[in-house]
């Protein structure tokens, strides 16, 4: 069973626009999710993260959303650039010293110029 | 010296070979993991070392077989691979509840 879900394979989004990339998850013990980028042919970069204990995380054009009641997160890139084309996936963890991050299954993001 | 480096990048063998796969991390991190990425699949949790002891095994077959000799360094030996078992293998390091830095991967074609 999937702990971590993306449902979006792919979006399109037009430059200077918001892309909104979503994700959900369902064990409620996740306390600490993240965000990736993957480029092809390179490993993932970690993006952006946020703690349960808050709702909102910014860091530039990314800040990434969090709805504890409704088991979801999502990652805000505003405006959106052509160089923000990649694959992103979200990650979901315990802190509680497991070391254990379970990964979304990832969504292509294309900006169109 | 980048962060987590990974080799070889790419790799073919056939299902009789013994190969291994190497990682390196410069970053001075505890934890040390091995990911499976196929495709259309989720990155899979493979293993998980911290401190060179082993703390996750995700269930994974025998014909993966880890080894973390020190917290910088990690291997995974791979011998009678199945096609299936062709996919991108990435290694990762972090600190103790840190986000991972993952190195560039090792692609791997079972033939």
């Known amino acids: 069973d999937q702990q971590v879900k993306q449902n979006s394979p792919s979006l399109s989004v037009q430059e200077g626009r918001i892309s909104i990339l979503n994700c959900d998850y369902t064990n409620s013990m996740f306390d600490y999710f993240l965000w990736y980028k993957k480029y092809p042919a390179e490993g993932p970069t970690f993006l952006i993260s946020?703690?349960?204990?808050?709702d909102k995380n910014e860091d530039g054009r990314f800040t990434v959303f969090l709805n504890k009641s409704a088991k979801h997160l999502s990652l805000h890139i505003v405006p959106s650039q052509p160089g923000d084309s990649a694959v992103y996936f979200c990650a979901a963890s315990q802190r509680s010293g497991t070391y254990k991050y379970i990964f979304g299954t990832g969504t292509r993001l294309k900006v169109l110029a | 010296e980048t962060g987590v480096t990974q080799t070889p990048r790419h790799l073919v063998m056939g299902m009789t070979n013994k190969k291994s796969l190497k990682c390196e991390q410069h970053l001075g991190h505890n934890a040390m993991y091995w990911y499976k990425q196929s495709a259309k699949k989720p990155l899979e949790l493979m293993f998980v070392?911290?401190?060179?002891?082993?703390?996750e095994n995700n269930s994974v077959p025998s014909r993966f077989s880890p080894e973390c000799p020190n917290s910088s360094h990690l291997f995974l030996h791979l011998h009678t691979l199945q096609p299936e078992d062709s996919a991108l293998y990435l290694c990762?390091?972090?600190?103790?509840?840190?986000?991972?830095?993952f190195g560039e991967g090792s692609r791997l074609t079972v033939l």
């Open positions: 990762a390091s972090s600190q103790f509840n840190g986000e991972l830095f």
């Open positions: 946020i703690s349960s204990i808050k």
């Open positions: 070392y911290n401190f060179k002891e082993q703390t």
